[in-house]
């Protein structure tokens, strides 16, 4: 006989459930156009409504209670304070996730910076993570194939984000040529792969940070 498949009953099984779910949701919403996102506030917004309505779903107890909400504050980020895109908690067992999204188009241009802005909010997911969330993903989306593939020179070869490099953890990256992030420097901890999913022309990013 087969057993019933049921909705994990671990708080910390169940968060990752359900951001995983939400990604996959939004990603078909966003192929098949269901909503017009043309830059970061809507896919933010878009984002974080699938995932209070899945979020919802997943309270399977009484004293389940699931929150979203949008830049949230946290202090001592590398000493300062930083807003958070979206957080979502089961704060009735203790579990939290921090999520920080970027949407680069081709035409905006400005990749040197983009892929500079990548790297700070994941090292600031991490940073979140070591002090008051249990969890955290980065999630992109561009049109530009310049984030994707190797550089030959420049920026895209000390920020590398090309599909299938490896962050090497605890080395400290930074570009002081680069005009408006001269003095930007990071430190991931973790081993990142940057692996690229594509669909047509435009590719989506997943960093996953904690359990």
Request: glycine residues 6%.
């Amino acid at each position: 006989m087969i057993p019933v498949e049921l909705i994990p009953h671990d708080h910390s099984d169940r968060l990752n459930q359900v951001v995983d779910q939400a990604w996959h949701i939004f990603q078909s919403h966003f192929i098949y156009k269901r909503h017009p996102i043309l830059k970061e506030a809507p896919f933010q917004h878009h984002f974080a409504n699938i995932l209070s309505a899945l979020g919802s779903l997943y309270c399977v107890e009484r004293s389940d209670i699931f929150f979203v909400d949008l830049e949230t504050r946290c202090e001592g980020v590398k000493g300062k304070s930083k807003y958070v895109d979206i957080t979502c908690s089961f704060p009735n067992a203790n579990v939290s996730c921090a999520i920080e999204l970027k949407f680069k188009t081709a035409q905006q241009g400005a990749q040197d910076h983009g892929r500079i802005d990548a790297y700070v909010d994941i090292e600031a997911v991490e940073l979140v993570c070591d002090s008051q969330f249990t969890l955290g993903r980065f999630f992109m989306i561009t049109d530009s194939s310049v984030y994707v593939n190797p550089s030959q020179r420049g920026v895209g070869t000390v920020f590398c984000m090309h599909d299938g490099f490896q962050v090497t953890p605890g080395q400290e990256i930074a570009c002081p040529q680069s005009k408006g992030r001269e003095t930007v420097v990071v430190q991931l901890k973790n081993a990142h792969v940057f692996e690229w999913q594509q669909h047509g022309g435009w590719y989506f990013l997943e960093i996953c940070v904690g359990d």
